[in-house]
């Protein structure tokens, strides 16, 4: 069973989901893509995952640096795995890089990597947020450039 909830984001609202074993989606209203695995079968109910997940805003929102994830279940095939997983564990709060650093770092073409990107269904804690185009410019972000510019800005700033 999924299990969904809203949280109000300085940002925009934001809905979460979750089953037994993680976080499943965040994803801002409106954005690309939204809802993207939620089936038909899901509850709009508070669970313990859900509320990790929304401490864990709380704290990123407020300009804090979360020092634990919630916990996660990624749903997506292996490669867009690899590359969730790098973005997770190679690219810092309040750092960024690029889709074709990312793409030399595991083997593949910026194409590609950008193509799993816009598949993530767990923004922000997978930090799609943190790659810029080839020229530090900002492209390509499910939930728009503009949020993509005030996460970017909310990191940098502490």
Request: net charge positive; hydrophobic share 35%.
């Amino acid at each position: 069973m999924i299990y969904t909830n809203d949280y109000d984001s300085p940002l925009g609202k934001i809905l979460l989901a979750g089953d037994n074993t993680g976080l499943t989606g965040l994803w801002f209203y409106g954005q690309k893509n939204f809802a993207g695995n939620i089936t038909s079968k899901h509850k709009q109910q508070s669970t313990k995952i859900l509320d990790i997940a929304k401490s864990w805003l709380d704290k990123y929102f407020a300009g804090t640096k979360p020092d634990y994830l919630p916990p996660l279940h990624i749903v997506c095939s292996p490669f867009q795995y690899r590359v969730f997983d790098y973005l997770m564990k190679k690219i810092k709060y309040g750092n960024f890089t690029t889709y074709g650093e990312i793409a030399a770092k595991i083997n593949n073409s910026p194409r590609t990597v950008g193509r799993a990107m816009a598949q993530n269904n767990i923004l922000i804690i997978i930090p799609c947020h943190r790659v810029l185009g080839s020229n530090f410019s900002l492209t390509g972000y499910a939930a728009g450039i503009e949020r993509k510019k005030k996460l970017l800005e909310l990191e940098r700033s502490k």
